[in-house]
């Protein structure tokens, strides 16, 4: 996420935040597409009415894309996924959250949505 790529030639065109910049499993970056896929607001974090269908046709885009096959493959991409929904949303400065914060009403509203991957 923080290598920009041109589209054009393949090659690097910028890197940014490159302080925090870190190298991990493939999928762990994925707990932001909860971001994309919901709203938080003062009752809490909700999800948009169709995000299990986006779901669907972002999984099966990325895997085609991908060449992600086996189910062993996309296990793989599952634990990175969600190792990284518990670093965003659990952990604050590597600390786990205390109750009561909100990041965990996303949390567990992310951890009910059944697996569409």
Same mark, same amino acid.
């Given at each position: 996420m923080n #290598?920009? =790529?041109n589209p054009s030639t393949g090659g690097i065109a910028s890197i940014v935040d490159w302080r925090d910049a870190t190298v991990g499993p493939?999928?762990?970056s994925f707990w932001g597409l909860e971001t994309l896929l919901g709203t938080f607001g003062a009752d809490g974090w909700h999800f948009h009415a169709r995000h299990l269908e986006l779901r669907r046709v972002l999984w099966e885009t990325l895997y085609a894309t991908?060449? #992600?096959v086996t189910e062993s493959q996309k296990r793989a991409v599952t634990v %990175? !996924? =969600?190792v990284g929904i518990f670093q965003a949303y659990g952990l !604050?400065? %590597? =600390?786990p959250v205390e109750a009561g914060d909100p990041s965990l009403s996303v949390l567990e509203e992310v951890l009910s949505v059944p697996e569409c991957n």
């Open positions: #290598i920009h =790529v493939f999928g762990l991908a060449g #992600i %990175g !996924r =969600v !604050r400065k %590597g =600390v």
